[in-house]
């Protein structure tokens, strides 16, 4: 691939040096819309990218579309109760299928031309496709013509997809953040998590490059100056970094206290050790979903970015057991919700001014704390090694 002008190798080489003397990426990785397509084909498409929550389609025979990055995609709930992604255009002449989410009694119809396909995306009526009243043709078969399949994966709530299809399998993608997490949640922690749809999200918008929401998330750094509540129950000098492998990145901490900050009480994970009751970890697995795991909860919140300057956060709290989604603990996932609500709304400010001073020429990348700006820098590196590798 030909050297992008908008972002050189030798600014991305400067990304990759080490932490004393590399810089950030370069302003036009956040500021330049044309820049913004091509983060998704090489940034996202390349890997494992997040796209929504399964719990979002909530019966069998559910269509829900997805503009990613401009890309028009849809999740379909077949009947048997299987997800999968698809792109969400007619195979005759491109139309869009879906344009919104809603349950499907019986077929996907083209609004064109009457095409009309399963839940399985297979191709099943071609009106008048040989002439009036002829709906077959010489020739044309309806299998192998259906809708195109993306590839993908289903991972705590989240539906990833792999939009180049040629990365490695996405178990062994997450292997190294589940080995990381087994202490905590041993082998039930997934399947002992809860949703309540109803009340467990936050959708908030921000004017900013979704690289900078990332960035944010991933140092402690910030917490006495933006959270000071949050700097009361777990404070900068409780925190450490995490930067692990070559795809996750982040912070935890010694001393989460949330639980009795915020005066809940919820179950906890069953195999959650009792010496380590007030550790939690945030980890950012790249490119666009951040984690969050406590013992008893954890939160999902997924980078919808909409613009090279905007970028929806959508949060997902879960709770652990049936016994957490129950009335009794209603106050306590409320609370949870709120806390968590606060934090990030704070963030708003600091991560929409990163992308106003993006604007200045004066600055160009920036540089880090070699202490502090650790997992934020291994971020930097991770997408410049994704650009530098589609540029060879």
Known sequence: MEQNPLVSQESLKSVLRPIEQAHGMPNASYTDKDFFPIERDTVFGKTWACIGFASDLPAKGYAKPIDFMGLPLVVLRNRKDELNVYHNVCSHRGRKLVQEEAPIKGMIRCPYHSWTYDLNGGLRSTPHIGGVGEHTAEGFSCEGNGLREVRSAIWMDMIFVNLSGDAPSFEEHIAPLEQRWKPFWGESGLS???????????????????????????????????????????RLEDHYNIEQDDRFGGQGSLAYNLADTAGTKLPILSQWPEDKLRHAEYIAVYPNVLLGIQADHAFAMLLEPVAHDKTIEHLRVYFVGDDATGDDCAISRSAILESWRVVFDEDIAAVEGMQLG???????????????????????????????????
């Open 192 to 234: 002992e998590l809860r949703r309540v749809p109803s009340e467990s999200g936050l959708e908030i918008e921000v004017k900013c490059n979704w690289k900078l929401a990332v960035e944010n998330y991933c140092e402690s750094y910030h917490l006495p100056f933006v959270h000071p509540a949050l700097n009361t129950y777990s």
């Open 358 to 392: 993006r604007s200045s020429p004066a600055f160009q990348g920036g540089v880090f704390s070699p202490v502090m700006d650790g997992p934020t820098h291994h971020f930097n590196k991770w997408v410049a090694q994704s650009l530098f590798e589609a540029q060879k």
